[in-house]
């Protein structure tokens, strides 16, 4: 239950960080909050030879609101977040309160979260519920990874071994625009059984205008909910259409079985969720003018 | 290959020498001789190691002891005043709210700085905050009732003991 032996890198830039990513390659990890890594240092699930904590690379710890995106730097930590969005995207402080409890959220990051890519958090979903990406700075430079694109297996991604994530960036909804979240967990902070986040947003004649349905514990990776997405934009809301729209979402999905429970159990679980998050956003919509 | 760590633990200046891969809850109990935190299920499930880092709790099984250079930790050993029992600890004493005692650690330093932030909390916010610790003896009902009991208490003798957040 303690960790291997490791070399320990504390870089003051990003410069040096990727630096020192690319001289490590794969024999290398990032260290943020260490809420995911350190227990797999410690059960010996994860035996980088180099630990490379940013911890100290002042940078990184930027969080900025601008031209309807909130971009969240690598260093935030979920706390202080969660506190920020309460005013100003409360679909993120609901689910951030989710995650894990009150002292795993002063260290976890919003980023590194999203870098673990556990199919059952909530910020990978949250991430691919609100358009959002991961800027990725390697050694040849920084691109822009939108979610869609991002996750790719349990805890995979698709950045490489040399790029630092610096920031994710999350599309702030438009301000009419209704939210739900809800998830089933065995007890509060556990790890989400299933989950479901949802956006919807009217025109003026009452109808939806867009549908954002983000669903996670379903699979290896978060999914959209795009069939109801699609069954909903266009149309009148109602309490039938929302339930007949999130019984498609769920019937696209092709979750596994467990222990904790069977891949059917997930689907009728992940068809209520996803009702019941997108009733409520319909609930906190309000009508453009 | 050992680092020196220097940091402040309960108001005073500590050094000691780590080992990267030492944790901060082995560093303060085998380095720093500060027993008082426990070290439980060592991936941040059980809550027993909980300590606070600027005022903030935080599972010190999940921090290496060389990135808490420079920082401020509070352990168990720094919430009493003198030889006396603070508040908080004076209610649990009174309300049985601990039986072994191995999760009381964490528990009362998670809870001094819940008290801090939320003096007047209610059934349902204290049983929230407790989701992150475990007590595999009282069935939590005692602690719940301890620091319902204590809240006020400590509400009237707020001491400037605890560093206030930073503001955000």
Redesign the interface.
């Known amino acids: 239950?303690?960790?291997?032996?490791?070399?320990?890198l504390?870089p003051r830039t990003v410069a040096e960080t990727v630096a020192a990513l690319s001289q490590h390659g794969d024999d290398a990890k990032v260290?943020a909050g260490?809420?995911s890594l350190?227990?797999m240092?410690?059960?010996r699930l994860a035996r980088p030879a180099v630990?490379v904590?940013i911890?100290g690379v002042a940078e990184l710890d930027h969080l900025r609101a601008a031209e309807g995106l909130v971009h969240i730097g690598a260093l935030q930590r979920q706390?202080?977040v969660e506190?920020?969005a309460v005013t100003h995207l409360p679909l993120m402080s609901e689910a951030l309160r989710a995650v894990?409890?009150?002292?795993?959220r002063?260290?976890g990051t919003v980023a590194g979260s999203v870098a673990h890519a556990d199919p059952a958090s909530e910020l990978p979903a949250l991430l691919l519920c609100l358009d959002g990406a991961a800027v990725a700075r390697g050694a040849g430079g920084e691109r822009v990874v939108p979610a869609a694109e991002l996750f790719r297996a349990p805890l995979t991604t698709s950045l490489r071994a040399d790029e630092l994530v610096t920031e994710v960036r999350f599309s702030l909804p438009r301000p009419d625009a209704g939210w739900g979240f809800a998830e089933v967990a065995r007890?509060?902070?556990d790890f989400a059984l299933v989950g479901a986040a949802a956006l919807l947003w009217l025109d003026g004649s009452g109808r939806v205008a867009g549908a954002r349905l983000a669903l996670f514990g379903v699979g290896g990776t978060p999914v959209r909910g795009a069939a109801a997405e699609a069954l909903l934009t266009g149309q009148a809301p109602s309490a039938e259409r929302i339930r007949e729209a999130a019984r498609a979402a769920a019937a696209a999905l092709r979750p596994d079985g467990d222990l904790h429970a069977s891949a059917g159990y997930r689907s009728e679980v992940a068809a209520v969720l996803a009702e019941r998050t997108l009733t409520a956003a319909l609930g906190r919509c309000r009508r453009a003018a | 290959m050992t680092r020196a760590v220097l940091l402040t633990v309960n108001g005073q200046t500590r050094e000691g020498v780590a080992e990267p891969r030492l944790s901060l809850a082995d560093f303060l109990r085998e380095v720093l001789d500060l027993t008082g935190t426990h070290v439980g299920c060592e991936h941040g499930v059980c809550g027993a190691c909980t300590v606070l880092l600027d005022g903030e709790p935080i599972r010190a099984c999940l921090m290496l002891a060389v990135q808490a250079a420079g920082r401020s930790i509070t352990t168990v050993e720094g919430l009493a005043p003198g030889d006396g029992l603070s508040p908080l600890q004076q209610a649990f004493q009174d309300k049985h709210g601990l039986q072994c005692g191995f999760c009381t650690p964490g528990i009362l330093l998670t809870t001094e700085a819940f008290l801090r932030d939320n003096p007047s909390p209610t059934r349902d916010e204290i049983r929230e905050m407790l989701g992150g610790n475990l007590c595999r003896c009282t069935g939590y009902h005692l602690i719940v009732e301890a620091i319902e009991a204590a809240a006020p208490i400590v509400a009237a003798n707020q001491p400037a003991r605890i560093h206030a957040p930073k503001p955000t």
Do not use: C, E, S, T
Not at chain 1, 100 to 104: M, P, R
């Open positions: 239950m303690k960790p291997a032996p490791f070399d320990y504390a260290l260490g809420q350190v227990p240092l410690n059960l630990l904590d911890n706390a202080g506190r920020w894990g409890h009150a002292a795993i002063n260290r007890r509060h902070g």
